[in-house]
Every structure is written in C-alpha cells, then in structure tokens.
C-alpha cells in the first residue's frame, strides 16, 4: 500500500484497527457465548404478527436479563384439516358410528343394533355377553335358544351416522321395517302412528 502513496501511519493505523476488531469480535462472542443462557420460547405462527410480537418479546426479555439468549420455535396453528377430521387412532372410520344387522343361523330372527365404537369393538362385547346374561340381546338369543348362533365375526353394517340421536332412529326405523327382529327399540318415533 505504501508503493501505491498511501502514507505509512494511515496504513499502520488501519493494520492495528483491523487486528484490533478482530480480536475484540472473538472475545466478545466467545465471552458472550460463555455467559449467555438460552431460552426457548415455543409461539404458535399466526404471520408477520407472530415476528413482530417475538421481536418486542425478546428485545424486553434480553434488556431485563442482559445475560439471557433468547430463542423462538415457531409451530403451525389449528388447521382446517385437524378441525374437521376426527383421529380415529388407527381404526377405520368406516367401521364407527354403526348401525349394524346380526343373523341367528338356525331362524329367521335378526338383532339390529347401534354403535358409537368400532363394530369389531362392539361383537367383543356381544361374545362377552355369552358368559354375562342380560347384558346383550344377541348374545342372549343365543343363550335362550338351544343350537341357535349368532355369527359376531360377520356384521352387516346398514347405516353410518357418528350423531347418537341420528343413529338411533336410523336403527329404529330399520327396526320396524324388518319383521323378525329381537331386539328393544332405542328411540320411540311418533312419526308413523
């Protein structure tokens, strides 16, 4: 530089001021780096609000606290898809919120029923019926009526409806259509008399 008519002191000067920075930068961070304590702060993302609240967050935090690193994760907000899907925990939905036919094998008597849980779920408890009397019409046909069976591995779904007061008169109106059927009426309609 001093071939080229800089003058010596101003490129001595500049020499210790660059070293002289760059010492400081690595002092200071290491230091800093050092000192600090992280925090992490999980905000749901709503768009640019969400920068300029965490921004105000963290210039308030780390004014009270000079020796707080603070740090923002961001998170995806309730979307429409998590507000109208309904998690099913690895069943299939199709099989939820049934109404649902069982047929004796040896007449021509049929139990129709309603159910909010799995109908795999629901034949569990219809076999559990056979050593609990009373505690489900399928399975007591089953008991009452020598040689007679009930196939619970083979529903016949009718209807699907996941609103209780609607399933139940889907499963009465079924009810009353079909004419050998054993089982109560869940809902008493006026609609027909």
Do not use: W
């Amino acid at each position: 530089m001093v071939q080229n008519g800089y003058p010596v002191n101003l490129v001595k000067r500049k020499i210790r001021n660059t070293i002289d920075q760059h010492q400081k930068k690595t002092t200071k961070s290491t230091e800093q780096k050092k000192l600090k304590k992280a925090l992490f702060i999980p905000i749901t993302y709503y768009g640019n609000e969400t920068f300029i609240m965490s921004n105000k967050i963290k210039n308030v935090i780390e004014s009270l606290y000079p020796m707080t690193q603070v740090i923002f994760g961001y998170r995806k907000s309730l979307t429409l898809a998590k507000l109208f899907t309904k998690n099913y925990k690895g069943k299939e939905p199709m099989n939820i919120g049934v109404v649902y036919q069982l047929s004796c094998n040896n007449c021509d008597q049929v139990y129709i029923g309603q159910t909010k849980l799995n109908v795999i779920e629901r034949m569990k408890q219809h076999k559990e019926g056979l050593q609990k009397p009373d505690t489900s019409r399928a399975a007591d046909h089953m008991l009452n009526n020598k040689n007679h069976i009930v196939d619970f591995s083979q529903p016949k779904i009718l209807a699907r409806d996941i609103n209780k007061k609607r399933r139940e008169i889907k499963e009465t109106i079924l009810t009353s259509q079909t004419t050998h059927t054993y089982n109560k009426i869940s809902h008493e309609l006026m609609i027909f008399t």
